[in-house]
């Protein structure tokens, strides 16, 4: 069954130009890491260029982080954390087909991605503001720790907390994906003045390349923004 998320109104208070693609994949595949997906990610990184508003896209979610109180120089954008790693190493260290089709995905359209095993989610996404009081399952040095969030934080939370803090800058291992991955959950995030065509763009490159891993995988896809919040269908590819 396909699931998507739920975005409270204050977070487009807060933003009203964001914009989020809910991508929601049944009978997915996933495997080691390919050819294919080392190449995508080869092609995406010798063409960070590319995109004549990625630089200020950037600086939007920049501004975005620090109207919650983060501090994006220590904790930057997922896109960010991302695309500063592929200019200093010149390359990226492959993780799985579909991490790093998705990493591909946003190196090429410098946008946060997030991708989650949905079988590990409890209930239903939710964007919101935190109270403090949630819990985030993550790790310190290999050990398992709890941490919260900061009072008013933007949070990516189930039914039993936390799943990525900070609107997109760290996902918890719960509901990461592995291996085995077959129902899986994608979100784009986007924000002024990374053209809406090309975060459609984005969405219907990720479909082709989950497409070459499952050729059976079923997408339910929809759209939100301020002036519909609650999500609209999608049609894609």
Request: charged fraction near 25%; charge should be negative.
């Amino acid at each position: 069954m396909h699931f998507h998320p739920i975005i409270d109104p204050e977070i487009f208070t807060l933003r009203p130009d964001f914009t989020a693609l809910s991508l929601s994949v049944e009978n997915g595949r996933n495997t080691a890491s390919t050819s294919d997906s080392k190449a995508q990610l080869a092609q995406a990184i010798a063409a960070l260029e590319g995109n004549p508003w990625a630089e200020a896209h950037l600086d939007a979610w920049r501004e975005a982080y620090r109207a919650f109180g983060a501090k994006p120089k220590r904790t930057p954008s997922s896109a960010e954390a991302l695309r500063k790693r592929a200019l200093k190493d010149g390359q990226m260290r492959p993780l799985n087909a579909v991490v790093d089709l998705y990493n591909a995905i946003s190196l090429r359209f410098a946008i946060p991605v997030g991708g989650e095993d949905a079988t590990s989610y409890d209930g239903t996404p939710h964007l919101c503001r935190a109270t403090g009081s949630e819990p985030f399952h993550t790790t310190v040095d290999g050990q398992p720790v709890v941490e919260s969030p900061d009072p008013g934080e933007v949070i990516w939370r189930d039914n039993t907390g936390v799943t990525c803090r900070r609107w997109n800058w760290r996902q918890g291992p719960r509901t990461q994906i592995t291996e085995g991955s077959r129902d899986i959950w994608f979100v784009l995030e986007r924000l002024d003045p990374m053209p809406i065509e090309a975060l459609l763009q984005a969405g219907e490159d990720l479909i082709v390349g989950l497409q070459r891993l499952s050729s059976d995988l079923n997408v339910s896809v929809m759209q939100y923004d301020a002036i519909r919040p609650e999500g609209t269908p999608v049609a894609l590819t």
